[in-house]
């Protein structure tokens, strides 16, 4: 195994000549804690692609469509809409087009950094998030597909396009470590509407975010209609069940609003369970009537299964 340093200082020095010598004790520290993290995530996420996934990835997402392979000669019962004319023409006998499925793909990632995902009951949502693409990514540059990250909250906050291999996969990691999430309302729309004029090749594209957003429907129809949209939403565990913890106050981090509720009321836990249940199956409907398939995992729960499961009905269809 080649030393972490070695691993990991080729994608930082992507956007940064600082040597370590030159850094501040405390900028010391913070980096160490960064590469264990990002070291920490990579095993996690290895561990997954080999042992979980295996060939489900694969199977589960298809070429982007097809590519020009040869001409050869016409034979009886080809379809006359595969003529090539100009070959045709040159030779002064029928030559037909061939094509093979394009198997190389590329996947993007649509990161939810606004301040909401940094709530959780065990862990945020954010890491949680983080660690599920890791594993994605690690699973797509083992199957020698392109990698991308786009992270957004008011806008697209940063961009980076899709390319192979591991170390692209591990700087993408570090810079979804390194977020630092901000009290802004979220707006996918914009963030969609940049991946559809920036990606001309079809992509399969993860969206993980709360989806707390009007207007849904007509941005992701649109851009489904060039791209393989997944929606990924990281639920909590008291959106079934809400804790009886008395009276609590509580703050939308992206408006700062709040408001006092009696949690120790069967009533009132009984109204607030219900009402982010309707608003889980809401969003299932919006996500539907979009033609993007929904994938809700809970948080701190088994992402993994989650994931599997979702592969597998995948390849059944």
Request: charge should be positive; hydrophobic fraction near 40%.
């Amino acid at each position: 195994m080649r030393p972490l340093l070695s691993t990991i200082l080729p994608f930082l020095s992507f956007k940064s000549n600082v040597s370590a010598s030159s850094l501040e004790p405390a900028d010391t520290q913070a980096l160490g804690s960064l590469l264990r993290k990002v070291k920490r995530i990579e095993i996690i996420s290895n561990r997954i692609a080999n042992d979980v996934f295996s060939g489900q990835y694969k199977s589960a997402f298809r070429g982007q469509g097809i590519e020009f392979d040869e001409v050869r000669e016409y034979q009886e019962g080809d379809d006359v809409r595969s003529i090539d004319w100009n070959v045709t023409a040159r030779s002064g006998k029928p030559f037909v087009k061939r094509f093979s499925e394009e198997r190389e793909r590329s996947l993007l990632f649509m990161l939810d950094v606004s301040a909401s995902n940094l709530f959780g009951s065990k862990v945020s949502r954010l890491e949680t998030s983080t660690e599920i693409v890791a594993s994605l990514m690690f699973s797509a540059i083992k199957n020698n597909d392109k990698i991308g990250l786009l992270t957004f909250a008011n806008g697209v906050r940063s961009f980076f396009p899709p390319q192979k291999g591991k170390n692209y996969a591990l700087r993408l990691t570090k810079e979804m470590l390194s977020v630092k999430p901000t009290e802004e309302e979220t707006d996918l729309n914009s963030a969609l509407e940049f991946v559809d004029k920036t990606l001309k090749r079809r992509a399969v594209v993860f969206i993980l975010s709360d989806f707390y957003v009007p207007q849904l429907e007509r941005p992701l129809l649109y851009c489904r209609h060039r791209h393989d949209l997944v929606a990924i939403s990281i639920s909590e565990p008291f959106e079934e069940t809400f804790p009886n913890a008395g009276f609590v106050r509580l703050r939308d981090p992206e408006t700062g609003k709040e408001v006092e509720i009696d949690a120790g009321s069967t009533k009132v836990r009984h109204a607030v369970s219900k009402r982010l249940t309707a608003r889980r199956a809401a969003l299932a409907e919006r996500l539907k009537e979009a033609h993007v398939e929904p994938l809700f995992i809970e948080n701190g729960g088994d992402y993994v299964r989650a994931l599997r499961e979702f592969f597998r009905a995948r390849i059944r269809r």
